[in-house]
């Protein structure tokens, strides 16, 4: 093996997918790009990783809700191109082509263009490490995308799309919780 550099291990371990998060601070809507994400457990409870750094933010701290809206691999160049501007001074819905649908549960938007999108309550901010704990309320997958293969950030600019699916359920059986 060759060795890689410490600084580059976090390209190793691969969280979940690229999501979208949306938020409302009252006035307007606003999205923004997240590649570190994760499930807790195995229930619809989940991190992601932010801080002060990103607009969003207060909007996000304030409201204590947002939508985690999962692109596709065939809106990746949007994923990218979203992350890479600030909701400061740039409407990214308008820029970007993406269509704001009202949520049941929080003032935060689903994204239409989306595979899919889950409803969030913000549960708690661990500061010293800008890990945002969220509770999913309500989810929705469109079943009707040509695309589904999900976007998966490495770390250092480049992405990997799902490839096919195993499927080791039967095996898995005993252990996994009822419903999975």
Known sequence: ????????????????????????????????TITWTMVLDF???????????????????????CVLSIP?????????????CSGEDTDKFARFGL???KARHVRAPLIKECLANIECRVV???????IVVLDGLAAYFDGS????????????????????R???KEMMRAKLPDGI
């Open 72 to 84: 596709a691999a065939d809106l990746i160049d949007t994923a990218v191109g979203v992350g890479t």
């Open 124 to 130: 708690d901010i661990l500061e010293p490490y800008n």
């Open 145 to 164: 995308r040509a695309e589904t293969r999900m976007i998966h950030a490495v770390g250092d600019g480049t992405f990997i799309v799902d490839g096919r």
């Open 1 to 32: 093996m060759e060795t890689l550099r410490i600084g580059k291990a976090f390209t190793l371990i691969e969280p979940g997918p690229v999501v979208l998060v949306t938020t409302h601070d009252g006035r307007k809507d606003n999205v923004m």
């Open 43 to 65: 229930s619809p409870r989940f991190a992601i990783a932010t801080g002060p750094w990103n607009h969003s933010y207060a909007a996000l701290r304030a409201s204590r809700e």
């Open 166 to 168: 195993i499927d080791r």
């Open 99 to 101: 269509t704001p649908v």
